[in-house]
C-alpha cells in the first residue's frame, strides 16, 4: 500500500483559508486520493477525492500535483467546526473507489483559533 | 435517512469473553467495513463485506470474524477478547459502484478489562 506523509498539527485562523498538505512520492497510476476528516468523539467523514485533475466540492478543494507526488487539501474559509483530524489516503483501483480498503496514517490535527 | 449506525455505542467485556458489534449501513448501501481505531492512532482497517462474503481483509488474527445479512447489515465478532483489543470499532459504508466516498457510523467504544 502506497504511504501518504502529513503534517502533525497545523493551526488557522477563523475565516482564513487552510492548506493541508499531503506527500505521496510513491503513488501508482491507478491511485485515487482521499481525504477524509474526523470531528472529536466521532466517525471520520468523507472530504473529497481525486485522481488527476483538481476537485471542488461544497467542503472543499483538492489541487494534485502534475506528477502526482503530493497534494493539497484546501478549506476556503476555516470555521471553528472544520477543527478535526484530516486524513490523506490512497486507495488502489482494485474494486472501485468507494470499495477499497482506507490505509489511515496519523493525519493532520487541525487547530482552529477565533 | 439514518446514515451507518452501530450498536452498542458502549461496551465493557473482560479478557477471555467473546463480543459482537452490529451495523446497519446506509439505506441502499451493498458493501460493509470494520476498522479498529486505537486512542491517538488512525483507524486501522479489518476487513470488508460485499454480497455476504468477505472480500479483502487487513492485518488482523483470526480470532475476528464477520458476517453480512442479504439485507446488507454486517456484524464484527471478537472471540477470546485481549487488554489490547480495547479501541473504538468503526463500521463504514459503500456502493460497490459507488463514486468514492465511504460514511461511517460514531463507533462503539469497547473496554475489555
Given at each position: 500500500?502506497a504511504?501518504?506523509?502529513?503534517?502533525?498539527?497545523?493551526?488557522?485562523?477563523?475565516?482564513?483559508?487552510?492548506?493541508?498538505?499531503?506527500?505521496h512520492?510513491?503513488?501508482?497510476?491507478?491511485?485515487?486520493?482521499?481525504?477524509?476528516?474526523?470531528?472529536?468523539s466521532?466517525?471520520?467523514?468523507?472530504?473529497?477525492?481525486?485522481?488527476?485533475?483538481?476537485?471542488?466540492?461544497?467542503?472543499?478543494?483538492?489541487?494534485?500535483?502534475?506528477?502526482?507526488?503530493?497534494s493539497?487539501?484546501?478549506?476556503?474559509?476555516?470555521?471553528?467546526?472544520?477543527?478535526?483530524?484530516?486524513?490523506?489516503?490512497?486507495?488502489?483501483?482494485?474494486?472501485?473507489?468507494?470499495?477499497?480498503?482506507?490505509i489511515?496514517?496519523?493525519?493532520?490535527?487541525?487547530?482552529?483559533?477565533? | 435517512?439514518?446514515?451507518v449506525?452501530?450498536?452498542?455505542?458502549?461496551?465493557?467485556?473482560?479478557?477471555?469473553?467473546?463480543?459482537?458489534?452490529?451495523?446497519?449501513?446506509?439505506?441502499?448501501?451493498?458493501?460493509?467495513?470494520?476498522?479498529?481505531?486505537?486512542?491517538?492512532?488512525?483507524?486501522?482497517?479489518?476487513?470488508?463485506?460485499?454480497?455476504?462474503?468477505?472480500?479483502?481483509?487487513?492485518?488482523?488474527?483470526?480470532?475476528?470474524?464477520?458476517?453480512?445479512?442479504?439485507?446488507?447489515?454486517?456484524?464484527?465478532?471478537v472471540?477470546?477478547?485481549?487488554?489490547?483489543?480495547?479501541a473504538?470499532?468503526?463500521?463504514?459504508?459503500?456502493?460497490?459502484?459507488?463514486r468514492?466516498?465511504?460514511?461511517?457510523?460514531?463507533?462503539?467504544?469497547?473496554?475489555?478489562?
Amino acid at each position: 500500500d502506497a504511504k501518504t506523509t502529513q503534517p502533525n498539527s497545523m493551526e488557522s485562523n477563523e475565516e482564513e483559508p487552510v492548506h493541508l498538505p499531503c506527500n505521496h512520492s510513491t503513488i501508482s497510476g491507478t491511485d485515487y486520493i482521499h481525504w477524509y476528516r474526523q470531528l472529536p468523539s466521532q466517525g471520520p467523514e468523507y472530504v473529497i477525492h481525486g485522481l488527476t485533475s483538481n476537485v471542488n466540492n461544497r467542503m472543499a478543494s483538492l489541487a494534485i500535483a502534475e506528477d502526482r507526488k503530493s497534494s493539497t487539501l484546501i478549506l476556503h474559509r476555516a470555521t471553528l467546526r472544520d477543527a478535526a483530524v484530516y486524513y490523506c489516503i490512497l486507495t488502489s483501483g482494485s474494486y472501485g473507489g468507494a470499495t477499497n480498503k482506507l490505509i489511515f496514517g496519523t493525519g493532520t490535527l487541525l487547530a482552529v483559533q477565533p | 435517512d439514518a446514515g451507518v449506525t452501530q450498536s452498542p455505542t458502549h461496551l465493557i467485556k473482560t479478557r477471555g469473553q467473546q463480543v459482537t458489534l452490529r451495523c446497519s449501513p446506509k439505506s441502499g448501501h451493498d458493501t460493509v467495513s470494520w476498522y479498529q481505531q486505537a486512542l491517538g492512532q488512525g483507524p486501522q482497517f479489518i476487513f470488508q463485506y460485499y454480497e455476504e462474503e468477505e472480500r479483502q481483509r487487513g492485518n488482523f488474527p483470526d480470532r475476528f470474524s464477520g458476517h453480512q445479512f442479504p439485507n446488507y447489515s454486517s456484524e464484527l465478532n471478537v472471540n477470546a477478547l485481549l487488554l489490547g483489543d480495547s479501541a473504538l470499532y468503526l463500521c463504514a459504508s459503500s456502493l460497490n459502484e459507488g463514486r468514492g466516498e465511504a460514511f461511517f457510523g460514531q463507533g462503539t467504544r469497547l473496554t475489555v478489562v
